[in-house]
């Protein structure tokens, strides 16, 4: 059923952060269930015997058809019910985790991550729009915020939980216990979540009149391509996120077997030490960021996106760091102040971007983001491996922790992006009111 029947959900201030509430718990176990294979890549290596690349290889096929497929969800969810693609996704993915612990051979893998990748594209735009028509400008950033705290989350015990299991009953034993747990939680939750209307929380600030929207009647193609082209600002947003996603995709793929190898940690102390600081940090920023983003926004032109600038400007530093330090106790402590100034980026990746776009174009604009920013992202992890195998230092090793800190100039760059976005805002403010 096409999306602009339904609308009779309940729209109460506590129902919308039930909403938040109960899709925290969905990305929790999107993230979760992906972030496992990472913590088990040393252990593929031996078994399997595949080199970096290989792994490199399997951690892209994800990220690649998950970017593929992302403008596709985007403009489904613009089109039908969000809460059926959101658990019906959930389901989708949770299955095809199982299967993962029944792969033996590389192209066992590759298959099943892309079709993870496929599962989980449509999360997402679907989960961004859906609560930002529960939210509007005044909480959105929080709402948005308190929703990514489910990533750090999913990213920690996904990693951290994953390596515990397979020190004790094998790598395969992860994939079952979050795929498992991730196929309950979609049947117990569909009949909790309801469909708001589009562009339901702006019509009592009056910010559908603002885009000129009679009614909720969702978008042609002609018109969503219209909508994207007519927010110069929204490029720039979506080229700024392949460079922070880089660098996010290396970091989530690789860190666990770069503490290892370079620091000789065991395999559950380097698949948590890899996450929790970073992640724990970004989770204690993110909340104070959204809030931030929240009160700028609504003082000045591009407010949202000087948290974001802020966040990447002051990381780019311990980027690079993180993969110069020869220090375990150094490493922690920049590992932890680059999730805070991650945390500052992540506050405002969509809520920025709806900003910049009406609301019935949230889904395909929000696809469109991902497929920018994960396609691009994506070649992050197949190079490092490639580095790793390839580069002039003596060992893999040295080679991989180049790579990394590297990414601190790729910080700045993405920064540069941002810093041009608000000017275009503010230009664009400017032309308008004269």
Known sequence: MSMHTAGTEPRSTSYKWWVVFLLWFVCFFNYADRQTLSAVLPDLETEFHFDKEQLGLISSAFMWVYAGCALLAGFACDRFQRRHLI????????LVTVATGYCSQLWHFVTVRALEGFGETFYFPASMSLVSDYHDGRTRSRALAFHQSGVYAGTILGSWFGAWLAERYGWRAGFYFFGGAGVVLALVFYTFLREPRRGQAETATAELAAHGIVDGEPLSLRETVAALVRSPAAPLLMLAFVGANSVATVFLSWMPTF????FHLPKSAAALTATLYIQLASAAAVPLAGTLADRLAGRFTG??????AAGLLCGAAFVTLVGRTTSVSTLVLVMMVFGICKGFYDSGIFASLYDAIEPRARGTAAGLMNTVGWGGGAFGPWFI?????HGNRPTEI????DGIAWGGAIYLAAAGLLLGAIWVLRREKSMAEK
Request: aromatic share 14%.
């Open 303 to 308: 407010g949202r996106i000087v948290v974001q």
């Open 398 to 401: 040295e080679n991989m922790s």
């Open 385 to 389: 491996g490639w580095l790793a195998k």
């Open 87 to 94: 658990m019906g996704g959930c389901l989708f993915w949770s």
């Open 259 to 262: 503490l290892y190898e370079k």
